[in-house]
């Protein structure tokens, strides 16, 4: 049945269906001896009838796919000898031609579009750190309150007159440097969902607290970020790792805690991929982690809360 499927599948599919994130949900079968002599590829199993298996192609396997010229072309293909067909073959000199033809640059409705950085290039080709081709998505939850006295009122700044507001910052394990405490989008999941969860398991710890702790965090988060929220920003997002080839994109959320008092029934505790985590005031003054001043910036400006000294660049967008 796997074959049969597998052969209208390779019928259908092109070519460039390689390099597109496509997410293909596994059998499970690779705890099975069977699937020793497969080619398993993110959740894909190929059987050795249809590609060489690490003992080289078969006689009458993966032939014509080796051959030169390509189709309606001079271009000639790098050698491949049998015994280095199969993936699992370790060949550190692999150095295939690139090839693809004018007709499908030239972007007919039938073809995948080049998939290149929307901002230009970045000097590196391939993915990085990135798992996906083309956009990677991450939400970033901006939780924020008003910084207040002893007594409870807002504390305005000396010079803006303006009020400080205060976000959740939380210090990368990766870099050091300060961040919102955001994060990937997984697989089929809603960014509502990724929100809440990026920032119960990096400001909160959520991930190593009891069911009965859970429990009751899950209560305090259902109250923040079910309450009105402001979409900051939604799209590309000049960061460190992207390429090329991959780049990340967000949607960055403002949770505003007017009261504070839900964030009083809230300890913050660094878990996961965050070494520390605490309150920082927003100024002009911040130092963060790829766009992220950015994004701050923008929720200063819609909270009409103080940015900078200088009342001549106070909050005038990007």
């Known amino acids: 049945m796997a074959e049969r499927i597998l052969g ?16 293909v949900k596994s059998s499970g079968c690779c705890s099975i001896p069977a699937c020793r002599n497969t080619f398993s590829f993110c959740g894909f199993h190929l059987s050795s009838n249809i590609m060489s298996s690490s003992n080289g192609a078969k006689e009458n396997s993966h032939n014509k796919a080796r051959t030169s010229p390509y189709p309606g072309s001079k271009v000639q293909r790098s050698q491949v000898p049998n015994e280095k067909v199969g993936w699992f073959v370790e060949w550190q000199d692999y150095n ?28 590196l080709v391939g993915r990085g750190l990135l798992g996906r081709w083309g956009p990677n998505h991450a939400a970033d939850p901006i939780i924020t309150r008003w910084k207040r006295d002893g007594s409870g009122n807002k504390i305005t700044h000396p010079v803006s007159g303006k009020n400080i507001l205060q976000f959740v910052a939380i210090k990368r394990k990766d870099c050091g440097e300060w961040a919102i405490p955001g994060g990937m989008v997984d697989p089929g999941e809603k960014i509502s969902a990724t929100l809440k969860r990026e920032f119960g398991e990096e400001a909160l710890n959520s991930l190593q607290k009891s069911s009965a702790e859970k429990r009751e965090l899950e209560e305090q988060l259902h109250k923040l970020f079910s309450q009105e929220h402001l979409v900051i920003y939604k799209g590309y997002v000049d960061d460190p790792r992207n390429t090329d080839n991959a780049w ?29 985590v605490k309150w920082v005031d927003i100024s002009d003054q911040l130092q963060l982690y790829g766009s992220h001043s950015q994004f701050i910036k923008l929720v200063a400006e819609k909270r009409d809360a103080h940015w900078s000294e200088d009342s001549g660049t106070e909050c005038r967008g990007l």
């Open 8 to 23: 209208k599948t390779l019928a259908t599919v092109s070519l460039s269906v390689a390099l597109a994130s496509v997410t």
């Open 96 to 123: 295939p031609v690139e090839y693809t033809a004018a007709s499908v640059l030239a972007g007919p409705r039938w073809a995948d579009p080049q998939i290149r950085n929307p901002a230009g290039r970045t000097g």
């Open 248 to 276: 990340m994109e967000t949607e960055a959320v403002n949770y505003h805690d007017e009261t504070g008092e839900i964030m009083d029934n809230l300890t913050l505790e660094a878990g996961d991929d965050a070494g520390r």
